[in-house]
């Protein structure tokens, strides 16, 4: 699948997750998506951005591990499994990373939404690092996008 399709996807489901847990495993989603994102474009995008696309890569991991709730570990909270896998291309590159900065700072507020009103201690030092993690994730988007952007126009990165 074309990845702003699959952003829109994502969204759309981030979006209309109501309860925690479905909040903390589209968070993990977005997560998921955010590594699978920085992981094609650092094999196949323009080579001056490749350095932040691994950091993006690395910020999507990170995040991802810092979200292991329980209800990750059940099968329809995932909704078949992790959607990222299904990134076949990446056509628009700087239109993929602001849809996907966007869908980061999306999935921030949502998880700033959990941590403010739950009372597991563990959760919410878990939405904390996921958070801290978004934020990296980004930074390394905005990163690239200086580089795509100067890319596109023509000029030296």
């Known amino acids: 699948m074309e990845a702003m399709r ?3 996807v994502t969204r759309h489901a981030l979006a209309h997750a109501e309860s ?4 903390v495993a589209e968070a993990w989603q977005v997560q998921a998506l955010a590594e699978t994102i920085g992981g094609h474009l650092a094999l ?4 001056a951005a490749r350095g932040e696309a691994r950091g993006l890569y690395e910020a999507g991991g990170r995040a991802r591990g810092a979200l292991h709730h329980p209800a990750l570990h059940h099968p329809a909270r995932l909704g078949g499994g992790v959607r990222a896998v299904q990134l076949t ?16 700072a999306e999935a921030g507020f949502a ?18 690092e996921a958070i ?3 934020d ?7 990163g690239m996008l200086k580089h795509v952007e100067v890319r596109e ?5």
């Open 44 to 47: 196949y995008g323009p080579a």
């Open 89 to 104: 291309e990446v056509k628009d590159a700087p239109g993929v990373l602001h849809a996907l900065g966007d869908l980061l």
């Open 20 to 23: 925690v847990h479905d909040i």
């Open 6 to 8: 699959l952003i829109g």
């Open 136 to 142: 990296e994730a980004r930074d390394r988007v905005h």
């Open 132 to 134: 801290d993690a978004a």
């Open 153 to 157: 126009r023509g000029g030296a990165a």
């Open 111 to 128: 998880l700033v939404g959990v941590a403010s009103n739950t009372e597991e201690e563990a959760l919410y030092w878990q939405c904390v």
